[in-house]
């Protein structure tokens, strides 16, 4: 079944306070990397947890055509502030992590596939080192591994570079692009980093107050218009000599 994502008329509310209003995406496909772009207080993180199964909401989400279910085991969501860490080594957690649903890697072919996706991540030094005496980056790592591990049809993230150094957060955009199509799920990334939504991403969906502004392919989505509309800043996205586009800003509007 192909994991495409549709988002049919969703609407999230805190009381009387609409956060998110009458959101329509559809056809997020299977193999794509999504960035969910806009300003602080945009609705970008409710939206994600409305996604997960973790905010009350109005609307539909289907997966493959069908009304998705977080307790299917179809979605994995790793939240921008972690929960405290318990007193378990890397590898325990991910064995646990992959025992959460039927499908896990873990229960499926064991020590060695965890191992090798610790490999793949670039902390396998990690794997016998208790979580609790982690730094925040590399707990954020070890995040991303729990997430993967369970395979699921849609992964969602929430700022997963913001405790990263650089060369990580390349490597980790690098890697959750590469890991997306070859599982063929759907990936949705929150992030401010515009630059890394232009080099790493598939689509972008950009929001500001609750509502979806724009909805297509990076270059498409960041330009000159949205920076302003969106941002409040003057800017520009050029490409360097490589050919890769990047976002400069010159000021902020009086």
Request: overall charge neutral.
């Amino acid at each position: 079944m192909s994991a495409q994502l549709d988002i049919r008329q969703l609407a999230v509310s805190y009381g009387k306070r609409q956060v998110i209003r009458a959101l329509d995406v559809s056809a997020l496909h299977a193999g794509e990397v999504a960035a969910l772009l806009g300003p602080n207080g945009s609705g970008k993180s409710t939206l994600l947890r409305a996604l997960a199964g973790l905010q009350p909401c109005r609307g539909e989400v289907l997966l493959g055509g069908r009304p998705m279910s977080p307790r299917r085991g179809e979605v994995a969501y790793l939240p921008q502030t972690l929960p405290p860490a318990v007193h378990l080594t890397v590898f325990e957690s991910l064995m646990v992590a992959g025992q959460a649903t039927a499908s896990g890697l873990a229960r499926r072919h064991g020590d060695e596939q965890v191992f090798r996706l610790l490999q793949t991540l670039g902390i396998e030094q990690l794997a016998l080192r208790h979580l609790d005496q982690l730094s925040g980056g590399q707990r954020q790592l070890v995040g991303i591994a729990q997430a993967l591990i369970r395979e699921p049809s849609l992964l969602l993230l929430d700022e997963p570079l913001s405790a990263l150094d650089l060369n990580y957060q390349f490597h980790v955009m690098d890697l959750l692009r590469r890991e997306t199509r070859q599982r063929q799920m759907v990936t949705v990334i929150v992030l401010h980093d515009l630059n890394a939504a232009l080099r790493h991403c598939d689509r972008a969906l950009m929001l500001k107050d609750g509502e979806l502004l724009a909805n297509g392919r990076p270059a498409e989505v960041i330009d000159d218009a949205s920076l302003s509309a969106v941002y409040g800043v003057r800017g520009r996205v050029e490409r360097c000599s490589q050919g890769v586009a990047h976002v400069l800003v010159d000021g902020l509007h009086a």
